[in-house]
């Protein structure tokens, strides 16, 4: 019995390496064994021998356990380090699923940007559609510009004979024309050197002392130039020949030629008195009121 006791103590110790499924095969295999040897003293000897070989046996077991609780150490090193590897594959799921999350946002908005582009390119299609449209009706707008051209540049050219001839024919006839103004200029002024001396006696008092001639003085051609006197005071008369006066006309033109002529008399002949006439077959209210201003006399052809 005390031998039962220390075997089922041996057995308790055993419990603390053993798992609990095998604890229970061991239990009843010596139970079962005990039993036996109880039930049969005639069979102690082999009790013995039995007691032996479960000696060998749990030795075995012991170390086989022994072998089993390092092999579960390992294990469960194995299954931590597993376990650390699971957590950090399970981190890096979950980044890869964030970054898959990020991915799928990003390609959503391409494919948004790509449908826009895809738009944008089909506008782009239709609008260049409409330029060479556009292109062709301007190639040929273009082209009947240049046929319209093209005969506006014979129309042109025939207009530019025709210009010519005609400028030809206007010079000769502004040749004839001055001959012919000329001619009655001259023709005027012949009439008025007959006439002006009793005229002038006769409406302003004035004596020629010289008859009037055309002369040239300081390089310009004065019309009418004569010396005369008025209450014994003698001075010269330097007149112009004009068939129209009229400020619209060159009115102003005429004063400065005028006295233009009078300043050459005056370096020619010194600081001498000068009357200014303008003789004329008619001349507008307005000219002869700048002209009396300026303390010319105008005569007018119906005037003698």
Request: aromatic content about 6%; glycine content about 6%.
């Amino acid at each position: 019995m005390e031998r039962r006791r220390q075997g089922l103590g041996r057995k308790k110790n055993l419990k603390v390496g053993l798992s609990k499924e095998l604890y229970e095969i061991v239990v009843s295999i010596i139970e079962s064994r005990v039993r036996e040897i109880i039930a049969s003293r005639e069979g102690f000897e082999d009790l013995k021998n039995a007691v032996k070989e479960l000696a060998e046996a749990q030795r075995k077991t012991e170390e086989k356990i022994a072998e089993l609780v390092e092999a579960q150490r390992r294990t469960e090193e194995r299954v931590t380090r597993l376990e650390e590897r699971a957590t950090k594959l399970e981190e890096k799921m979950a980044e890869l699923i964030e970054a898959q999350k990020r991915t799928d946002q990003r390609i959503a908005e391409l494919a948004e940007a790509q449908r826009i582009t895809d738009q944008k390119i089909a506008e782009l299609v239709e609008a260049q559609k409409r330029t060479d449209q556009r292109m062709a009706e301007l190639a040929e707008a273009q082209r009947k510009a240049d046929e319209k051209i093209a005969e506006l540049a014979e129309a042109q050219r025939r207009t530019e004979i025709e210009i010519q001839r005609l400028t030809e024919g206007l010079n000769r006839t502004r040749q004839e024309l001055g001959g012919l103004s000329r001619s009655f200029s001259y023709a005027f002024e012949n009439e008025a050197f007959r006439v002006l001396p009793r005229f002038l006696k006769d409406r302003y008092g004035v004596e020629m002392k010289s008859r009037f001639i055309r002369e040239e003085i300081g390089g310009r051609e004065v019309n009418f130039f004569g010396k005369a006197e008025k209450d014994g005071k003698e001075f010269f008369i330097v007149g112009e020949a004009k068939l129209r006066l009229d400020v619209k006309d060159g009115g102003e033109d005429i004063f400065g030629e005028l006295e233009e002529k009078v300043e050459a008399v005056r370096k020619e002949y010194g600081d001498v008195e000068v009357m200014k006439i303008l003789v004329t077959h008619y001349a507008t209210k307005k000219f002869l009121s700048i002209a009396e201003g300026k303390g010319i006399i105008v005569i007018q052809s119906f005037e003698w």
